[in-house]
């Protein structure tokens, strides 16, 4: 039996690999002589760029401004292609992630997008002829402007001195400088993982719905709304184009920028990390296939990874059985998306408490049993 163990992270708890280890022996427990391939997997948040190297890509690290001027380490990837090509994979948490800030309203204003363009810098300078932008759990709600800031972009306000980095300085923008913009932008691929469709601005936009998780106020929301329109009324001006589309919210409005200065697509999130590390060829050598999450809710069934890998093994004809922290769903529901087992941790621990200390021999032993029952 050739098993394909592709879980995403349980969070809290233990990374998709941590995960996809604790799967499989519990699998190997039942089937000793199977071949269990551990594949983690992510739906273009956090966990993208682990999945990226768990697939052969070669992890770096740089010192970048962190989203509140603080320095900090960010790790990234790259990998070359046959062609002379390289594609780097960049996760925006990284550099400009919330959990390097404490979510308050001034820091909400503070917060910006800096460190993740001295990455994406960074991966031109390796030779990356694609990036990768996985753009889950920011700090910032600046619009990317801080991103194109350190790839020469100057804001300016209406006496002509550059703005403070933040979104809370964007409705002071009155003109850009693109003089020094880095030309290689214009020439790269650049996808961008986005799970949302929410607009740039708007009482669906960034501000006024992810504001709040980064400690934005109510009156610190409106200001950055303020602050996404006018940098969307500036960007128009300068390139014509219009960023304020379905999905231009996401991570704090960071796709915007990039869709103004670069050719970059907006795609969704699985499917852009299955096509990048080869899902699909792992799929074709599965006899079973068993995923999971920390918490297998609604949520999960609008498309995260657990989910929207088992319809693809569905589609193939391989069963799926899910083995999660917590199981908020019916069979039924589960049962849609082609999976025909399920189990949960808080079946096998003393307590949810137990469930999150003891994660991997919890996640183990309930593999093992959901099998011998399936």
């Not at 960010?74 to 800030?101: C, N, V, Y």
């Not at 106020?217 to 219009?242: C, F, Y």
């Not at 409005?253 to 990048?276: I, Q, R, T």
């Not at 088992?310 to 589960?334: W, Y």
């Amino acid at each position: 039996m050739r098993i394909l163990i592709a879980p995403d992270k349980f969070k809290g708890s233990l990374t998709a690999a941590q995960a996809a280890s604790a799967i499989a022996e519990g699998a190997l427990r039942v089937y000793p002589d199977a071949v269990a391939t551990q594949f983690p997997v992510a739906d273009g948040g956090k966990g993208t760029l682990e999945a990226a190297v768990a697939a052969g890509y070669e992890e770096r690290l740089n010192a970048v401004v962190g989203p509140i001027l603080a320095p900090i380490g960010a790790a990234w990837a790259i990998r070359k292609d046959a062609f002379g090509g390289a594609t780097a994979i960049i996760e925006t948490a990284q550099a400009s992630g919330l959990a390097h800030m404490e979510p308050t309203p001034a820091n909400a204003l503070r917060a910006h997008s800096y460190g993740c363009g001295q990455l994406i810098a960074a991966a031109l300078d390796a030779g990356a002829t694609e990036i990768v932008l996985g753009v889950g759990g920011s700090a910032m709600t600046d619009g990317g402007s801080g991103a194109l800031r350190a790839l020469g972009l100057k804001p300016l306000d209406a006496a002509g001195n550059v703005v403070p980095l933040g979104g809370g300085s964007l409705a002071d923008v009155v003109r850009i400088d693109v003089s020094g913009v880095d030309p290689r932008l214009a020439g790269v691929k650049i996808r961008i993982a986005v799970d949302v469709q929410n607009p740039l601005f708007g009482n669906d936009g960034a501000a006024h719905v992810f504001g709040p998780q980064k400690g934005a106020d109510g009156d610190a929301a409106e200001l950055l709304d303020a602050g996404l329109r006018n940098w969307a009324s500036v960007l128009r001006q300068a390139t014509g184009r219009d960023v304020n589309v379905p999905g231009a919210g996401a991570a704090g409005g960071f796709p915007a920028s990039f869709l103004a200065f670069s050719g970059a697509m907006l795609e969704g999130g699985f499917a852009l990390v299955a096509d990048l590390t080869g899902l699909a060829g792992q799929l074709a050598q599965a006899d079973l296939v068993i995923t999971g999450e920390g918490s297998m809710d609604s949520q999960s069934l609008t498309g995260k990874a657990p989910i929207a890998l088992a319809d693809a093994a569905r589609e193939r004809g391989i069963p799926v059985i899910v083995v999660a922290g917590r199981i908020l769903v019916t069979p039924e529901d589960l049962a849609r998306h082609g999976v025909v087992a399920a189990a949960q941790l808080l079946d096998v621990a003393a307590s949810p408490e137990d469930a999150i200390a003891n994660a991997a021999k919890y996640l183990a032993r309930a593999t093992s049993q959901v099998l011998e029952g399936a």
